[in-house]
């Protein structure tokens, strides 16, 4: 099959597409999709940068990382090939994949591996996948569309959930248009929550369509000022931050006393300075979230099967031009998530 496979950490060069890569077999209970499209995400970048090790280089998860690898977690198509523990009604279902593998006691996300990372994803004409991963999906959305859902939605669905945002609520998004921020500006709408979008300028129109109570852009000096201005309150109930760096003590200082922060990413940044009393004396509450639920996921599929969402599509590159759309999606000009068909 073809596939692109990622050599090493390093840059764009680690990349190599394959013409002549064995097609993989499924395990016991395990499924093998013909892949039909891949969403691109941050964690393909970072971890083809080596970029979650703290101290030398790894994986999403951290730890030993083996090559060649294949990425690409957002993997939509077919079922070809089922195995032996696997009924065989599964072959031709379309699927969603959730690319979170879990491990260890409850929800299995403290131990969790990564689709794309840990094991081989959908960057590629065929890729295998735990049953129990491969969503069935009834929609008339195309294959595209439909990879630019599970990774990024999964990961909002779980941040709301962690900072139990309700209706009525005024959530903060940062990073509103990209594919984690969109897909949070969505969910919440979904809750019935207010939300104020954090986004830089030229950004704004697709984020009108989607149903925003306000804008802030990343360049203004007084975002409280922006914010009163537009929802004639100087706070926010929620944050939800996947953006971290220097913006976040900005954020932070917007929420209400007894205010939820939640965060799910550093794209500008990890490290961050905080005046901790802001956080004791106003009584705020921090939570850390990161991928989602298995139930969480199903509610993704269950959200699009019913028209409730709208897929976000910036562009779609073939497998072949990879190194193109991570560099596009590096220079953060696009509106929503790109996608890769085979």
């Known amino acids: 099959m073809r596939a692109m496979l990622l050599t090493g950490f390093g840059g764009y060069e680690q990349l190599h597409y394959r013409p002549d890569v064995p097609v993989p077999a499924p395990g ?4 093998l999709v013909e892949v039909a499209a891949c969403g691109v995400n941050n964690t393909d970048i970072w971890t083809r940068e080596g ?18 690898r294949i990425q690409g977690a957002d993997i939509v198509g077919r079922i070809a090939a089922v195995g032996a523990g696997v009924p ?15 491990a260890g006691a409850g929800d299995g996300l403290f131990e969790a591996a990564f689709i794309g990372s840990e094991r081989d994803g959908g960057f590629a004409e065929f890729a295998c996948v735990p049953d129990s991963n491969a969503h069935a999906i009834d929609s008339g959305l195309s294959d595209p569309e439909l990879a630019t859902f599970m990774t990024a939605y999964l990961t909002a669905e779980h941040m709301l959930n962690r900072a139990t945002v309700t209706a009525d609520e005024t959530v903060l998004v940062t990073g509103a248009s990209g594919g984690v921020g969109s897909a949070l ?5 979904l809750r019935g929550a207010r939300v104020v979008a954090v986004i830089g300028k030229g950004k704004e129109g697709p ?45 932070i200082d917007l929420l209400r006393a007894g205010g939820r922060y939640v965060t799910a990413g550093a794209i500008a940044g990890p490290m961050v300075t905080i005046d901790w009393r802001t956080i004791y004396l106003r009584h705020l509450t921090l939570f850390g979230s990161t ?31 990879l190194v193109q759309a991570q560099k596009a999606f590096k220079e953060k000009s696009h509106f929503g998530k790109l996608v890769i068909v085979p």
């Open 28 to 31: 016991g209970d395990e499924v």
């Open 51 to 68: 970029a979650y090790g703290t101290g030398t280089r790894s994986g999403w998860r951290g730890g030993a990382f083996g090559f060649p």
């Open 88 to 102: 065989r009604d599964r072959l031709g279902a379309r699927v969603m994949v959730n690319p979170t593998l879990y």
């Open 185 to 189: 500006v969505q969910l919440a709408r």
């Open 207 to 251: 984020l009108e369509k989607l149903g925003v109570d306000g804008v802030i852009f990343r360049g203004e000096t007084d975002f409280r000022s922006a914010l009163e201005g537009q929802l004639s309150s100087s706070t926010v109930d929620v944050v939800a931050d996947v953006v971290g760096g220097e913006q976040a003590p900005r954020v």
């Open 291 to 321: 991928v989602g639920t298995q139930r969480e996921s199903r509610r993704i599929v269950d959200y699009i099967a019913s028209g409730r969402l709208t897929p976000l599509l910036a562009g779609v590159y073939p497998l072949e031009q």
